[in-house]
């Protein structure tokens, strides 16, 4: 079913970085140290690596339809979804209710909540300064994708 909204609609804005690297693109691992690190008392640190942490194999399930996005704007604050933040989006993962997914609308990508309510298919914002989007009887949207990691600079 394709959807529309009006285009005065407050929306995240989102910028393609491209696809996920392929199987012979060699992906960067890194080392991962086996000792967590304490959030609350400090512990004794171990200097032995227990592996390499490849971040592609850790990040990317389905290679060939994950993408990477870098978010413009601040409706899903609230979620851990920030101004700058990047997105790895997963064309292949069900976009079930309550996921957040990339929804183009209009031409435009955006990044919200998805929720369905009785009979309604809404896009909800996770900050209450944005208005939620009914796309349940609009054209012209399309599900393009789930938001399966954010990536975020602190």
Known sequence: MRHEFQKS???????????????DNAPLSLPLYSTPV????????????????????????HAPSTFFLRVHGFAMS???????DLLVVDRAAPAEHNRIVIVALDGELT????????????????NPDFPEIDI??????????VVTYVIHML
Do not use: Y
Not at 9 to 23: D, H, K, S, T, W
Not at 114 to 123: G, Q
């Open 9 to 23: 609609e407050p929306r995240v804005q989102v910028e393609i970085l491209g696809r996920a690297a392929c199987a």
């Open 111 to 126: 990044v919200k909540r998805l929720a369905r309510k009785k009979d309604k298919v809404l896009l909800m914002p996770e």
């Open 38 to 61: 304490e959030a609350g008392f400090p512990s004794p640190s171990e200097d032995d690596v227990e592996t390499r942490l490849n971040l592609h194999a850790h990040l990317v399930k």
């Open 136 to 145: 349940t009887q609009r054209e012209h949207s399309h599900i393009w994708g």
């Open 78 to 84: 609230n979620s851990g979804i920030h101004d700058g």
